[in-house]
């Protein structure tokens, strides 16, 4: 088994006329949920991208489970949930689920393992139409837990969640880390980064802490990430 579940080497990424990704190292270990940290248009999304293979890059390398990002190999061992949903509007999660599970080649087990894990087994034949934000967000996860990916790659997921759904949705990602899946989440709230195992803190397209987030807060000398995330900021932090 990689212990390095994806391995980002000197990445550097361009959009439009702006390098958002400077030049990027660092590693996120198999089997563990690590957050992925920073204020609003820090580059999160774009190096998510890059991870899964989807994202344009000028230089630099993305490996993930011992593969260039994006190869045929990794298509059934990664998957992604983007911000906005990519379930169908017109049928119902569990339509939707059995949509995906047939062109994925899962089974019925698969559909109710994972209308199970995010908590929607109550709610499998409302139209997604009908769906509130979360739990719109949370059908979209349902797709993509039903191959059971090695790595789930997960970008904010918990925007607009309610804090039972929250605790929830960490709980969950915390029991698929337990079972082997790496998790690779990101959130623009610090008070999400206790949640983590490890923590990944972004600012401006580049790496300014990566450790677990006792660790982080030890070295700075504070009680949270929040205050960490300032005081790595005003005393340049990791380049
Ligand atoms: N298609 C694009 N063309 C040009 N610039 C872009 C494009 N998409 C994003 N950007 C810029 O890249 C930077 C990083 O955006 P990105 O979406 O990766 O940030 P983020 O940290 O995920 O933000 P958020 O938390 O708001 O989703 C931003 O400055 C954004 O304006």
């Known amino acids: 088994m990689v212990n390095r579940a994806v391995e980002v080497d000197t990445l550097v990424v361009v ?109 499998g034949d409302q139209v997604v139409d009908n769906l509130s934000g979360g739990q719109r967000s949370r059908a979209s996860l349902a797709v993509a837990l039903l191959k059971q990916p090695d790595v ?21 990602f915390h029991r698929l880390a337990a079972a082997g899946t790496t998790v690779l989440v990101s959130s623009h709230v610090m008070d999400e980064a206790e949640r983590c195992d490890r923590l990944l803190l972004m600012r401006e397209g580049r790496i300014i802490a990566d450790d677990t987030p006792s660790a982080i807060c030890e070295q700075a000398g504070v009680a949270d990430i929040e205050a960490a995330f300032l005081q790595l900021v005003e005393g340049g932090g990791r380049r």
Not at 18 to 23: E, I, N, W
Not at 155 to 172: N, Q
């Open 15 to 123: 959009r439009g006329s702006k390098t958002v990704l400077p030049g990027l190292s660092f590693t996120v270990p198999a089997g563990q949920v690590t957050g992925l940290l920073g204020p609003s248009g820090c580059g999160k999304s774009t190096l998510m991208r890059a991870v899964v293979g989807v994202q344009r890059v000028r230089s630099g390398s993305v490996t993930v489970l011992g593969e260039p990002a994006g190869s045929r190999q990794l298509r059934d061992r990664v998957g992604y949930v983007t911000q906005a949903a990519s379930v169908y509007d017109d049928l119902s999660i569990t339509e939707n689920l059995r949509f995906f599970a047939r062109v994925l080649g899962a089974g019925e087990d698969d559909v109710r393992r994972c209308l199970d894990a995010v908590d929607l087994a109550d709610h």
């Open 152 to 172: 789930l790659v997960l970008d904010e997921p918990t925007v607009g969640l309610d804090p039972v759904l929250r605790r929830d949705l960490w709980a969950l």
